[in-house]
């Protein structure tokens, strides 16, 4: 894939010095990821690219006039990077619309991203991918999307408000700036080729597109397979052994640093040995409105692989070129002629502190502000409620034990750590009460619910969880990876409805309970995933859900907002929870709660 000039003869004479160029950014410190070096430069923009880079990194005997250009930008020494580029991110994770999003990271020098809306396709089907795509037309930014490969994540272990096939995806793919197929999370279908995923790869394949990976702790020939299926990329490494394996292969590893997991130090110290890190790039995933504005976004990133050891010059290239090649786009994520003009100031490579964002040759975004307008716009799919529950009664938060009295044993899902998204299947003995489980006075398993609210179907189940970490109450969530069904980790029935009819009301969102009460809550009513509010605003709020959230007990996780969310994630092992029961996700069965 190219990007292409509108101008191309225009481009030729501007680089030749034969057309004045639009913009010429001067007195940069260029910094070059193609061959690893910085030197003084001018950079010289027409047609929103670059037509030609005045240097003389050699100190030949040579003598070139001053770029000619309609304006003139004094970059005062500054080092000049290529605009940053997120290799995987789930906008709707952000909390905020496409819009919004791109309010709150352009600034800090983000000016492509690739999102995959598999969050809100699993709520509106292909209309939320075209909100997705229509929703970000004409941002100083690229956002690229990707068309959502599975919907739902496990065909038959969830129900969500959506199923796509390869005539769908297809139907996607003819949308603009739609790229791919977005991070393919059924790899146990694709490795035990499922007939459904592979009609989904080869819909893609056919097209030359890009295929977005996704291989939790795969290794031997289970990686190898997936990888013969198409995937090119994958974001769920956690460790370094994951890492080297897949680099080996050819697989990029998108080294992720969201606001659940922080992959990046590790991954980074992983692979230093390594003599090429072409494979290598850094991505976001998941982070919320609050850690951009404290943190940044892919400038974040890219200052944690610094201080985790990657050379500067390394660690951008990982989140410019690689990201780049990765997807096939040969002309942007570098600084050189023909390449599409994304370029960011920053006045220290090692802090990654952003002075002035170029995008498609314009300054957009100078010293932490947007300079550029970006029109507020109201979209329909705004306005509707996205929760559909019926039928709800204290019943539905009641394990039935099968039995009047006495003891039973039970399955439940164990989380290896608070910190942690993965888990386990183990076994335990429960206390029945009038026919109910009882839970361990003082302990710190509690009772999980998933109520499908999508109004196809009316699916609930109940199941255990140990580990989770709240230490009484309920806490709930209509943002529940990825089919996004109600969610409700409770120690008692009436805490669990009355967090559920919150949600309810508020159209969806998160909120908590304890003693009775409503403690907190964070209005999410935009399929409810998102909020129409600014990443300010948002911010303000998801700091007051978690500090309400570390009271109950989670404190070991440095974001407790989205500790609940992955509960219902059928594609990261072992054990997970979905409105049809608890499944063994190697397995791919759903399993009995009561032995």
């Known amino acids: 894939m190219k990007i292409i000039p509108k101008d191309k003869k225009g481009l030729i004479e501007a680089a030749i010095g034969r057309r004045e160029c639009d913009l010429a950014i001067e007195n940069c410190k260029v910094v070059n990821v193609f061959s690893g070096e910085i030197y003084e430069g001018d950079v010289g923009i027409y047609g929103g690219f670059i037509a030609h880079i005045k240097c003389n990194p050699d100190n030949l005997d040579i003598n070139e006039d001053r770029i000619k250009a309609k304006k003139y930008y004094d970059a005062k020494g500054k080092y000049i990077i290529p605009g940053l580029i997120d290799a995987h991110i789930h906008i709707e994770s952000t909390l905020m619309t496409p819009r919004n999003f791109a309010k709150a990271v352009i600034p800090h020098g983000t000016t492509t991203v690739v999102t995959d809306p598999h969050e809100i396709a699993n709520v509106y089907g292909i209309a939320g991918v075209e909100y997705m795509h229509n929703s970000s037309e004409g941002l100083p930014m690229r956002q690229y999307v990707l068309a959502p490969s599975c919907v739902p994540a496990v065909l038959g272990l969830e129900n969500a408000g959506a199923e796509f ?56 020939r289970g990686l190898s397979a997936y990888l013969c299926g198409g995937a090119v990329s994958c974001h769920e490494s956690r460790t370094a052994n994951e890492a080297r394996d897949k680099i080996r292969n050819g697989m990029y590893v998108d080294a992720r640093e969201s606001s659940i997991s922080k992959d990046v130090a590790s991954l980074v110290k992983g692979v230093e040995d390594f003599r090429y890190k072409t494979n290598l790039t850094l991505c976001t995933d998941d982070r919320e409105a609050d850690e951009i504005l404290e943190f940044g976004h892919m400038n974040a990133v890219v ?17 410019t070129l690689n990201n780049a090649r990765e997807l096939g786009i040969i002309n ?14 920053v006045e220290n490579l090692e802090e990654m502190n952003v002075k002035a964002v170029i995008y498609n040759g314009e300054v957009v975004a100078e010293d932490g502000k947007l300079l550029v307008q970006i029109e507020d716009k109201e979209f329909d799919i705004e306005n509707k409620n996205s929760v559909h529950v019926k ?53 710190d398993t509690k009772f ?45 029935a009436e805490e669990g409805m009355l967090v559920a009819e919150d949600l309810i009301k508020l159209g969806g969102g998160l909120s908590c309970s304890i003693d009775g009460k409503i403690k907190n809550n964070l209005q999410l009513s935009v399929a409810g995933l998102m909020s129409t509010r600014p990443a300010e605003e ?45 499944i063994d996700v190697l397995k791919k069965e759903i399993i009995e709660v009561i032995k």
């Open 538 to 582: 948002i911010s303000v709020q998801a700091e007051t859900m978690k500090k309400s959230l570390r009271e109950m007990g989670l404190t070991e996780i440095k974001n407790p907002l989205l500790r609940i969310v992955t509960l219902a994630l059928p594609v990261i092992p072992k054990a997970k929870m979905s409105d049809l029961g608890v």
């Open 391 to 443: 039928d709800l009664s204290i019943e539905d938060f009641i394990l039935k034990a099968g039995v009047e009295s006495g003891k039973v044993k039970a399955n439940v899902i164990k989380y290896l750590a608070q910190t942690s998204s993965s888990t386990e299947i183990i076994e335990e003995e429960f206390e029945v009460e009038n026919g109910r489980v009882k839970l361990p006075e003082n302990g």
């Open 448 to 492: 999980v619910v998933v109520i499908n609210r999508h109004g196809k179907l009316y699916t609930k189940s109940i199941a255990l969880v140990k580990g989770f970490g709240i230490r009484k109450g309920a806490v709930g969530s209509t943002v529940s990876h990825d089919s996004h069904n109600l969610t409700i980790v409770f120690d008692n």
């Open 303 to 319: 200052r944690t692989a610094i201080k985790a050891g990657m050379n500067p010059i390394d660690a951008i290239r990982s989140a």
């Open 332 to 345: 942007l994520g570098g600084i050189a002629p023909n390449f599409v003009a994304d370029l960011v100031l």
């Open 165 to 220: 096939n390869y005539e769908d995806i297809e139907r996607m793919f003819e949308l603009d700036r739609v790229i791919g197929l977005g991070e393919v999370m059924d790899y146990v279908g694709v490795i035990d080729n499922d007939t459904r995923m592979v009609e989904i790869l080869e819909a893609a394949e056919k097209r030359g597109l890009f295929i977005q990976g996704h291989a939790p702790f795969l290794s031997g």
